[in-house]
């Protein structure tokens, strides 16, 4: 399903949205033009998900992880990725990716997952942002 959004706080609502229907174990994996919205949409999530920091773009530090709670109250930590700067999955896994996989206690977003598709599984929700306008992006959620 693809959503036009026509300011920040739409794609935020959006990630909002998907949020309340998320379950533990889910990896997202965010593709699409820099500036896109990929980081913006993971701010919406972590907001739904209870995540009480300010949550900044992994880009230098790649992962980071923040306490978090699902919509049915369980615990969970939310792992947020953003694999640009990745050269191999050799780095990736230098910042500890494996530690969080495979767990239905985390829920991943991976912005430019595409660079360590290997080792992320295969069931991932895919989503693709588009940059339109200053102010309008397309963001297609692809249906699981
Ligand atoms: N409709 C929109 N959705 C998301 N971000 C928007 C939108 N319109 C303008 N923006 C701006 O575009 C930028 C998106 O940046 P960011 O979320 O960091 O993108 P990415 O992580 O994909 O590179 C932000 O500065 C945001 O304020
Ligand atoms: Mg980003």
Known sequence: MVTT???????IELAQKLAKKLVGGKVLALHGDLGGGK??????LAEALK???????????????YPA????GKKIELVHIDAYRAETIDDIKSVGIEDFLNRDDVVMVVE????????LPKNMININFKFIDENTRAIEIEDK
């Open 5 to 11: 959004t026509h300011d920040q706080m739409e794609t």
């Open 39 to 44: 980081t913006t949409f993971t701010k919406g």
């Open 51 to 65: 995540v009480e920091e300010i949550i900044t773009s992994p880009t230098f530090v790649m992962l980071k992880n």
């Open 69 to 72: 709670k699902l919509s049915d």
């Open 112 to 119: 430019w997952a595409e660079k360590i598709s290997e080792i």
